[in-house]
């Protein structure tokens, strides 16, 4: 096996009727693997592959935000979006889907880019300006809809991983775009709830949740900032638009300043309540470029990695969690009101 | 909210139509939030409420492997079960269902027990004597047993965490039992395959495994221990009786000795292989007390936790593993095969 690159591949699993991707490619990516090694993703003195000046260490870049007289690939950027290098997916893996014996399992075809928020090595999200945050979240906008015009793509996830406890291996703050030609089921109950009511779980929820108050943490005229009710993660919230939109596409540039101002606020008391906690960010919408119930309200999800997933949850598939979301929600809430920024 | 101790309770989820334990209790467990305190978890010199001689410092035994002649919640036993003093559950809480407003929460009622391996601290169960082995397992059976007979529960779930990546909070090591009034719906698939196809889907993977061996690590006289075909885990592997068993509870004694030596060898390899991992162990098994198709089949599965899951599984709920079933149960086969023990 030994130097042999294999082709990544997506099993099915017959017993959860899910899905795993088998990335054996990734295999090489040296901070990934035992978890000792994770130590690597705390700030470290040596070289860092996403830094200004350092533009020839990854694939050449898919678009970046400098000044239109610079040359590409270069220094001068401010946001910069490049291939993964340690992608999962290919775009030049033929889509094949076969059934050897009673297995089934289907290629990596699909596409996995990186999204470099600074230029400079410690400028993590929640400590960046209003107008950089917004400009990082119209490049996520952006990326977005490039990649729905793509029909071989159902679906598209953005996401952020933050520190050791969140899976991160770069401490360069970034986020990732992977996009793929299926749509998992993960929101199932929403979609059944709006097939069963003819309306939309979430907004259902959302009026709810600013009439009871107890779990809301933060009301802006287009969004809301609340713990959900059954949340996996301890301290989890989401930030949703108040108005139905399906799809992180719809997201309008003059939104978009309002929404980095209510995600700073909610990660800037999150790192200060819980101790500078490693955390997830995703952005959840619905798929694209097939027909799909409604159901789908797109939003933000936050999630501090605070606990470590035990054997019960492995079995279960029920998540554990210590903290209820009315806590969680005052303490934020809390946290937010007696800032002076 | 300040020390007003709020009951746990089962909150629906109804975005993924899924349950979420919401174990208020258990916030106050010390080593347990946030993660940093789970350095706690590493091998300390402090106090042990699990040493022998510390008996008082759990809840009274629910069962101990002691000679008769001596008194309980003593010294001089090797084996002891008793209610984990952090429980999520409780057997004094009423099982209640109730929805309020769009929402669903059930009470909190179930039992969780520890199973203390050995009243040594630094006894891992893997550099245990296969006799020693064998009557922890005989142990589990037998709670196994006496807890299925009541029947309000539906559920029992066996685990074991080891280290600080697997969820552990107490070094001495030891097993939980969680017993609960409903049945997760993890096995669906397995449940469907055999709906479908009138068979017991664990017996067809048995089969082809043991005619294809490329994902065998090792064939006893009565069980097979492989890397499944879509493992969630990097070096998942699972140990399954070779003849059809529904329940943990048909282990039987004669068969308990074979069962831990091939435990041992599997759990020896992966330490050695994989530079002393954290992991955990769990042992799947059918409901209790309630009509269930067929389509369950015992197994223990050890999932080392090498990766941290990030941000694209907490959003898709897609595992992610770098390392292939073939190459992972190949590197185990050998580790196995070179031992001299």
Redesign the interface.
């Known amino acids: 096996?030994e130097g042999v690159l294999?082709l990544s591949e997506?099993?099915?699993?017959?017993?959860?009727?899910?899905?795993?991707?088998?990335?054996?490619?990734?295999?090489v990516?040296p901070s990934?693997?035992?978890?000792?090694a994770?130590g690597s993703a705390k700030k470290a003195a040596g070289f860092c592959p996403f830094c200004e000046g350092n533009e020839k260490f990854t694939p050449p870049e898919i678009l970046a935000l400098r000044p239109s007289d610079l040359p590409s690939n270069d220094t001068g950027w401010s946001v910069r979006v490049v291939p993964n290098k340690f992608s999962?997916y290919g775009m030049d893996t033929p889509l094949i889907r076969e059934s050897v014996?009673?297995?089934t399992r289907q290629s990596g075809f699909g596409s996995h880019e990186v999204v470099i928020e600074s230029p400079e090595h410690d400028q993590e999200l929640h400590f960046q300006p209003l107008e950089k945050i917004a400009s990082v979240i119209g490049v996520l906008r952006d990326r977005y809809l490039q990649i729905a015009g793509d029909e071989r793509f159902k679906f598209i996830?953005i996401?952020?991983?933050r520190g050791?406890?969140?899976?991160?291996s770069l401490s360069h703050s970034h986020c990732?775009i992977?996009s793929l030609p299926y749509v998992?089921d993960?929101?199932?109950?929403?979609v059944?709830?709006a097939s069963e009511n003819s309306r939309c779980?979430?907004c259902?929820?959302i009026e709810?949740e600013i009439r009871?108050k107890e779990r809301l943490i933060l009301e802006t005229d287009n969004f809301v900032v609340v713990c959900?009710?059954?949340?996996?993660?301890?301290y989890e919230t989401w930030i949703l638009p108040k108005n139905h939109q399906e799809n992180f596409g719809e997201l309008d540039d003059s939104k978009s300043l309002e929404l980095s101002q209510a995600l700073k606020k909610l990660l800037v008391s999150i790192v200060d309540t819980?101790?500078d906690?490693?955390y997830?960010?995703?952005v959840?919408t619905a798929p694209v470029n097939v027909p799909h119930v409604p159901g789908y309200h797109w939003f933000i999800?936050v999630?501090p990695?605070?606990?470590?997933?035990?054997?019960?949850?492995?079995?279960?598939?029920?998540?554990?969690?210590?903290?209820?979301?009315e806590?969680a929600a005052?303490t934020l809430r809390k946290n937010i009101l007696n800032r002076k920024d």
């Open positions: 096996l294999i997506i099993r099915k699993d017959l017993v959860r009727d899910n899905w795993v991707v088998i990335a054996t490619d990734r295999a990516k990934n693997l035992p978890v000792p994770l999962a014996d009673m297995y996830q996401y952020k991983n050791l406890f969140a899976g991160a990732q992977i998992p993960q929101f199932k109950g929403a059944n709830y779980l979430f259902d929820m709810l009871k959900p009710y059954a949340p996996r993660f301890t819980l101790d906690p490693s997830n960010l995703v959840h999800e999630s990695r605070l606990i470590v997933q035990s054997g019960v949850e492995v079995a279960t598939g029920y998540f554990m969690n210590p903290i209820s979301p806590w005052e």
